[in-house]
Nanobody, 117 residues
Framework: QVQLVESGGGLVQAGGSLRLSCAAS????????MGWYRQAPGKQRELVAR???????IYADSVKGRFTISRDNANNTVYLQMNSLKPEDTAVYYC???????????WGKGTLVTVSS
């Protein structure tokens, strides 16, 4: 049974930083592409960043240069370091196995990031 547990969200001022974590279980983590997604109020969920099993990363244009996705295959964890946060980054952030830009598994509860101006 796949489980995805996100943590690390919170309230931060614009320009600040947060580091999100996602603990994954129930599948062979190291061979799967993992993604971070976010859903802002009234908007559709969107892919923020993804990391392939070999470590290659891809970012949405809106976060390039500010966010960094990384993974720890030994501990089945994927991270999202978020710097220079903007109010428009406010959203619930989710992780998932990525398939073509969308999540493969049932979504977890996510972690709320609120950026104040």
């Amino acid at each position: 049974q796949v489980q995805l547990v996100e943590s690390g969200g919170g309230l931060v001022q614009a320009g600040g930083s947060l580091r999100l974590s996602c603990a994954a279980s129930g599948f062979i983590f190291r061979i799967n592409t993992m993604g971070w997604y976010r859903q802002a109020p009234g908007k559709q969920r969107e892919l923020v960043a993804r990391i392939f099993g070999g470590g290659t990363t891809i970012y949405a244009d809106s976060v390039k240069g500010r966010f960094t996705i990384s993974r720890d295959n030994a501990n089945n964890t994927v991270y999202l370091q978020m710097n220079s946060l903007k109010p428009e980054d406010t959203a619930v952030y989710y992780c998932n196995r990525d398939r073509g830009g969308d999540g493969m598994d049932a979504w977890g509860k996510g972690t709320l990031v609120t950026v104040s101006s």
